[in-house]
C-alpha cells in the first residue's frame, strides 16, 4: 500500500488487467480455501494467506483499489480554503463536483 498525493492510501494498479487478475488470484484462493476443506482437510487454509496478499489485505481494499485504478488519471481532487472539489481530467473548473466543505454539504457547480 502506498499514499496518494492526497495522503490517503493507494490500493490500485499499474493497469486494470492487473488489477483483474489479483481479484481472480485472490479472490479464487480465498473460496478455494474454504471450498478445499471437504476434500483435503484444513490444509487447503493455506490458501487463505495467499488469498489475502493477492488482494493486499482485503476484499474490501481490492475494491477500492478497482474503483482508484478505473479512475485514475480521468479525475482530479482539489482542497482549497476547506472546499474540496472533482474536476474531470482536461476539463475546466465549469465541470467540477463539490465533495465536502466546512459545513460538511455538498453541491454541484455546472
Do not use: N, Y
Amino acid at each position: 500500500m502506498t499514499g496518494t498525493k492526497a495522503g490517503g492510501p493507494d490500493f490500485s494498479s499499474a493497469s486494470l488487467p492487473r488489477h483483474l487478475v489479483r481479484g481472480a488470484l485472490g479472490f479464487g484462493a480465498l473460496i478455494g480455501s474454504f471450498a478445499l476443506i471437504p476434500a483435503v482437510g484444513p490444509v487447503s487454509l493455506v490458501l487463505l494467506p495467499a488469498g489475502l496478499l493477492a488482494l493486499r489485505g482485503c476484499p474490501m481494499c481490492w475494491t477500492v483499489g478497482l474503483m482508484q485504478t478505473i479512475s485514475r488519471g480521468r479525475l482530479k481532487r482539489s482542497c482549497e480554503d476547506g472546499r474540496c472539489t472533482l474536476t474531470v481530467a482536461g476539463h475546466g473548473k465549469g465541470h467540477s463536483t463539490s465533495v465536502a466543505s466546512k459545513d460538511h454539504s455538498t453541491s454541484v457547480a455546472s
